[in-house]
C-alpha cells in the first residue's frame, strides 16, 4: 500500500516539478523507465514469494537502469541505437510481463 | 550454492537436471523463464543459513525505508519521461501555430503595403495628368504613356477576354492542408508548368493582359513552384487557379483551345482528372502588376521615343 502510494507520489512529483533533464540524457529516460519498472515487478513478485530483500531491489533497481541506459549509449555511438532501444525494451518487457504473470498468479492463485 | 539458487528461481518451471535439449537456445530460453533476479534467491538462501527468522531491529528500519525511496525514485523518472514527451509536443504544437500566426500576419501587412502603393500609383498618375493636361503635347505624351503603362502592365485595364479555370482532380486532398511537406505528389495536381502552359499559350493566342489568381503577371513575372505550392511572383496562390486574359475573346478562345498548351491541357484532363475550362468575358478587371525595380538599367538621357 505505501508502496504504491510512493509511486503515485513520485509520478506527481514528476510531472509537477518537471526536472529539467540535461539535453544529452534526455534520450534514455523513457529506457530508464522501462528498467526500473522491471526492477519493480522483480521486487513485486520476490515480496509475494517472500525472498523480498532490500538490498537486492535498489542495487537491481540502480544497476538496471544503469547497464540500459550504457547499452542504448553504446548503441547511439555505434549507430544502432534505435534497434538496441527496441533490444532492450522487448527483453524488459518480456521480463515485465512474466513476472506480472507470476504476481497474477501468487495473487489470484490463477 | 549459484546452480541451488537458480533451480529455486526457477521453480515452477522445468527442472533442470544435466545438459538441456535446447542448450543452444540458452539465451532465449533465460530471458523466456529466468525472469527474477537470481540475487534475490541467494540473498534468501544466505539469509536462511546464516541467521535465524525474525530479523534485528536496525536493519528493519532500513529495510523499510530503502524501496520506499527506490520506488519513489521509479515513480519521479516515469513523471519526468512523461512530462518531457507532452512538452516536447506542446512546444512542437506551439511553435507551429506561431509560425502560422506570423505567415499570416505577414501576408496582411504585405496585402497593405500593395494597396497603399496601388493608391500611391494612383495619386501619381492623377497628379501627371493634370500636369501633361496643360497643352496639346502634354495630352499626346499622356495617352502615349497610358497605352505603354497599359502594355507593360503597371496600371489596371479592363476588357473583353477569356478566363481559364484550372483545378486539381477531385480526390486529392486540398493544398492547404499541406503545401510545403513534400512528400509524394499527387497525379492529379496541377503544377507550376501547367500554370505556365496556359499562361504561354494565352500569350501565344494574343492576349493583351493576363493575371492569375488576380496578380497581372508582367514581363518580369515568374510563375515557380515551392514544394508543391504554385507561386506567382513568390506570392502562393492557391487552386483553383483562375487565369484571366483581356483579349478579343472569341479569337483568344479559338486560338488558345487549338492551340498546343489548349490541346495538351485536354490530354491532361483526360487522362488525370484535371479541372479545364474555358470561358468568354464580357468585361475582365485586371489589377496593376507591380512595378518591376530596375537595379542596372536607367531611363536613356535625352531619349524619349
Given at each position: 500500500m505505501i508502496p504504491a502510494l510512493a509511486l503515485v507520489v513520485g509520478v506527481v512529483l514528476g510531472l509537477v516539478l518537471e526536472p529539467t533533464v540535461p539535453a544529452a540524457l534526455q534520450p534514455y529516460l523513457p529506457i530508464a523507465v522501462v528498467a526500473a519498472l522491471d526492477a519493480v515487478f522483480g521486487a513485486v513478485r520476490a515480496q509475494l514469494e517472500g525472498i523480498f530483500d532490500d538490498k537486492v531491489f535498489v542495487v537491481s533497481f540502480v544497476s538496471n537502469v544503469l547497464v540500459a541506459g550504457l547499452v542504448v549509449f553504446l548503441g547511439d555511438q555505434l549507430g544502432v541505437g534505435g534497434q538496441l532501444s527496441t533490444g532492450v525494451v522487448v527483453v524488459l518487457g518480456i521480463r515485465i510481463f512474466s513476472n506480472a504473470a507470476a504476481i497474477r498468479r501468487r495473487v489470484f492463485s490463477a | 550454492m549459484r546452480t541451488a539458487a537458480a533451480q529455486t528461481a526457477q521453480a515452477g518451471s522445468e527442472a533442470s537436471s544435466g545438459r538441456r535439449v535446447d542448450a543452444s537456445m540458452s539465451l532465449l530460453v533465460d530471458v523466456m523463464t529466468d525472469t527474477l533476479d537470481r540475487s534475490y534467491a541467494e540473498r534468501a538462501a544466505r539469509a536462511g543459513r546464516g541467521r535465524p527468522a525474525g530479523p534485528a531491529r536496525g536493519p528493519r528500519r532500513r529495510q523499510r525505508a530503502a524501496p520506499l525511496l527506490g520506488i519513489l525514485a521509479v515513480g519521479v523518472l516515469t513523471g519526468t519521461a512523461v512530462a518531457q514527451v507532452r512538452d516536447r509536443s506542446s512546444a512542437d504544437q506551439g511553435l507551429r501555430g506561431e509560425l502560422a500566426t506570423e505567415v499570416a500576419q505577414r501576408t496582411r501587412d504585405s496585402d497593405a503595403l500593395a494597396r497603399r502603393a496601388a493608391e500611391l500609383r494612383d495619386d501619381v498618375a492623377a497628379v501627371r495628368e493634370r500636369a501633361l493636361g496643360a497643352d496639346a503635347a502634354g495630352r499626346a505624351a499622356s495617352e502615349r504613356l497610358a497605352a505603354l503603362a497599359a502594355a507593360a502592365a503597371t496600371t489596371a485595364v479592363r476588357g473583353p477576354g477569356v478566363v481559364v479555370t484550372l483545378d486539381d482532380a477531385p480526390g486529392d486532398d486540398p493544398v492547404g492542408a499541406q503545401p510545403l511537406s513534400g512528400g509524394t505528389v499527387p497525379e492529379g495536381r496541377v503544377r507550376d508548368a501547367d500554370v505556365q502552359d496556359v499562361v504561354n499559350g494565352l500569350?501565344?493566342?494574343?492576349?493583351?493582359?493576363?493575371?492569375?489568381?488576380?496578380?497581372?503577371?508582367?514581363?518580369?513575372?515568374?510563375?515557380?513552384?515551392?514544394?508543391?505550392?504554385?507561386?506567382?511572383?513568390?506570392?502562393?496562390?492557391?487552386?483553383?487557379?483562375?487565369?484571366?486574359?483581356?483579349?478579343?475573346?472569341?479569337?483568344?478562345?479559338?486560338?488558345?483551345?487549338?492551340?498546343?498548351?489548349?490541346?495538351?491541357?485536354?490530354?491532361?484532363?483526360?487522362?488525370?482528372?484535371?479541372?479545364?475550362?474555358?470561358?468568354?468575358?464580357?468585361?475582365?478587371?485586371?489589377?496593376?502588376?507591380?512595378?518591376?525595380?530596375?537595379?542596372?538599367?536607367?531611363?536613356?538621357?535625352?531619349?524619349?521615343?
Amino acid at each position: 500500500m505505501i508502496p504504491a502510494l510512493a509511486l503515485v507520489v513520485g509520478v506527481v512529483l514528476g510531472l509537477v516539478l518537471e526536472p529539467t533533464v540535461p539535453a544529452a540524457l534526455q534520450p534514455y529516460l523513457p529506457i530508464a523507465v522501462v528498467a526500473a519498472l522491471d526492477a519493480v515487478f522483480g521486487a513485486v513478485r520476490a515480496q509475494l514469494e517472500g525472498i523480498f530483500d532490500d538490498k537486492v531491489f535498489v542495487v537491481s533497481f540502480v544497476s538496471n537502469v544503469l547497464v540500459a541506459g550504457l547499452v542504448v549509449f553504446l548503441g547511439d555511438q555505434l549507430g544502432v541505437g534505435g534497434q538496441l532501444s527496441t533490444g532492450v525494451v522487448v527483453v524488459l518487457g518480456i521480463r515485465i510481463f512474466s513476472n506480472a504473470a507470476a504476481i497474477r498468479r501468487r495473487v489470484f492463485s490463477a | 550454492m549459484r546452480t541451488a539458487a537458480a533451480q529455486t528461481a526457477q521453480a515452477g518451471s522445468e527442472a533442470s537436471s544435466g545438459r538441456r535439449v535446447d542448450a543452444s537456445m540458452s539465451l532465449l530460453v533465460d530471458v523466456m523463464t529466468d525472469t527474477l533476479d537470481r540475487s534475490y534467491a541467494e540473498r534468501a538462501a544466505r539469509a536462511g543459513r546464516g541467521r535465524p527468522a525474525g530479523p534485528a531491529r536496525g536493519p528493519r528500519r532500513r529495510q523499510r525505508a530503502a524501496p520506499l525511496l527506490g520506488i519513489l525514485a521509479v515513480g519521479v523518472l516515469t513523471g519526468t519521461a512523461v512530462a518531457q514527451v507532452r512538452d516536447r509536443s506542446s512546444a512542437d504544437q506551439g511553435l507551429r501555430g506561431e509560425l502560422a500566426t506570423e505567415v499570416a500576419q505577414r501576408t496582411r501587412d504585405s496585402d497593405a503595403l500593395a494597396r497603399r502603393a496601388a493608391e500611391l500609383r494612383d495619386d501619381v498618375a492623377a497628379v501627371r495628368e493634370r500636369a501633361l493636361g496643360a497643352d496639346a503635347a502634354g495630352r499626346a505624351a499622356s495617352e502615349r504613356l497610358a497605352a505603354l503603362a497599359a502594355a507593360a502592365a503597371t496600371t489596371a485595364v479592363r476588357g473583353p477576354g477569356v478566363v481559364v479555370t484550372l483545378d486539381d482532380a477531385p480526390g486529392d486532398d486540398p493544398v492547404g492542408a499541406q503545401p510545403l511537406s513534400g512528400g509524394t505528389v499527387p497525379e492529379g495536381r496541377v503544377r507550376d508548368a501547367d500554370v505556365q502552359d496556359v499562361v504561354n499559350g494565352l500569350w501565344a493566342a494574343g492576349a493583351e493582359a493576363v493575371a492569375v489568381d488576380g496578380q497581372r503577371l508582367t514581363a518580369l513575372s515568374a510563375i515557380r513552384s515551392a514544394g508543391e505550392a504554385v507561386l506567382v511572383d513568390l506570392r502562393p496562390v492557391s487552386p483553383p487557379y483562375v487565369v484571366e486574359a483581356v483579349g478579343d475573346a472569341s479569337r483568344l478562345e479559338v486560338r488558345f483551345v487549338d492551340g498546343p498548351s489548349g490541346r495538351r491541357l485536354t490530354t491532361l484532363t483526360s487522362l488525370y482528372g484535371i479541372g479545364f475550362d474555358v470561358a468568354r468575358a464580357e468585361q475582365l478587371d485586371l489589377p496593376a502588376g507591380g512595378t518591376p525595380d530596375l537595379r542596372a538599367a536607367s531611363p536613356a538621357p535625352g531619349g524619349s521615343s
